[in-house]
């Protein structure tokens, strides 16, 4: 399979602040990235999808600009949360894709906001 | 609103056993349909993938679909406690770059 890294995979922050989650794709080029949460005992759920050098596209329900995006090569796309709050302590995993049907995953991070 | 539905389990087998595992699917248009493992804490890997009707194979593992029912299941045979985890079915509803829609995965556990 692919391999996917994402830094850091946990982080423990206060309210308020902002944290930046990186996704690299290591052995191949990522045309699209899906980035994830996944509450405790919940399913996956698709937060938005972005194409290298376009904005992304957010699922209903997500905010645009609380979860930011940039999926500025490549290899590499950052998940911004600005501004968390303890609702959005979470798993989250990025999943990039080379235009294959399957998908990999990155090895999730862990965000808890105090 | 397109549903990928699973039973939440926990499934309990024995070692050695024969696992299955069950997943339905409301997109008649669904094209392929994906196996992933989910150990607690970690994030999903996939076991193996299937896009035609029938069986498909991978050692100890057995994906059948069954288009006409949608529905699709994995067997595990020989189950070990190492395959204790949770399941989740994904189905494309879609080709290229489109999304997955994941079921809320099944709950095995194997014991020794």
């Known amino acids: 399979g692919a391999v996917v890294s994402q830094h850091p995979s946990w982080v423990i922050c206060k309210s308020g602040t902002s944290v930046k989650i990186e996704c690299r794709s290591l052995d191949f ?25 376009s904005k992304a596209t957010y699922e209903q329900g997500v905010e645009k600009d609380k979860f930011l995006i940039n999926h500025a090569s490549l290899t590499l796309s950052t998940l911004t949360v600005t501004s968390a709050h303890p609702e959005d302590s979470s798993f989250y995993i990025c999943s990039p894709s080379g235009g294959a049907d399957t998908q990999y995953f990155g090895p999730g991070t862990r965000l808890t906001v105090l | 609103q397109k549903e990928v539905e699973q039973n939440s389990g926990p499934l309990s087998v024995p070692e050695g056993a024969i696992a299955s595992l069950n997943c339905t699917y409301s997109d008649r248009g669904s094209q392929s349909f994906f196996w992933y493992r989910q150990y607690s804490g970690k994030s999903p890997e996939l076991i193996m993938f299937i896009y035609s009707n029938g069986d498909k194979e991978d050692g100890r593992f057995t994906a059948q679909l069954n288009k006409a029912s949608q529905y699709v299941s994995l067997l595990i045979r020989d189950s070990q406690p190492s395959d204790s985890a949770t399941y989740l079915c994904a189905v494309n509803m879609g080709g290229g770059y489109s999304t997955l829609t994941f079921g809320k995965g099944t709950m095995l556990l194997v014991s020794p």
């Open chain 1, 29 to 53: 080029q990522a045309t699209t990235m899906f980035w994830y949460r996944q509450f405790p005992k919940q399913s996956l759920m698709l937060m938005a999808t972005s194409n290298e050098g």
